[in-house]
């Protein structure tokens, strides 16, 4: 069994940052691609970021070059470095994994629980 324990949310005022931490645990082999999306109120989830086990890196339009996403594969940790938030921001944020794989078999698109953002204008 894989568990998600997600972290770093919370209020911040428009251009401030934060750092979203999501660690992975269970008797887990290795991980492909883990992300992060997140919800606004009223909206479907979106893709904010992922990255591959070799670090290879994916961003939306709207956080080019004011998010940075990372992983720590030997703590099975993703990271969302968020810098000059905005209020559009504002939202839940959900780590994901896209495949794992453990003694027991193979997980595939497991979520975490949401972290919420809200930046203030």
């Known amino acids: 069994q894989v568990q998600l324990a997600e972290s770093g949310g919370g209020l911040v005022q428009a251009g401030g940052s934060l750092r979203l931490s999501c660690a992975a645990s269970g008797s887990i082999i290795s991980i492909d691609v883990m992300g992060w999306y997140y919800q606004a109120p009223g909206k479907r989830r979106e893709l904010v970021a992922d990255i591959t086990s070799a670090g290879i890196t994916t961003y939306a339009d709207s956080v080019k070059g004011r998010f940075a996403i990372s992983r720590d594969n030997r703590k099975n940790t993703v990271y969302l470095q968020m810098n000059r938030l905005k209020p559009e921001d504002t939202g839940v944020y959900y780590c994901?994994?896209?495949?794992?794989?453990?003694?027991?078999?193979?997980?595939?698109?497991?979520w975490g629980q949401g972290t919420q953002v809200t930046v203030s204008s």
């Open positions: 994901n994994i896209d495949r794992a794989y453990t003694p027991i078999g193979t997980i595939a698109d497991y």
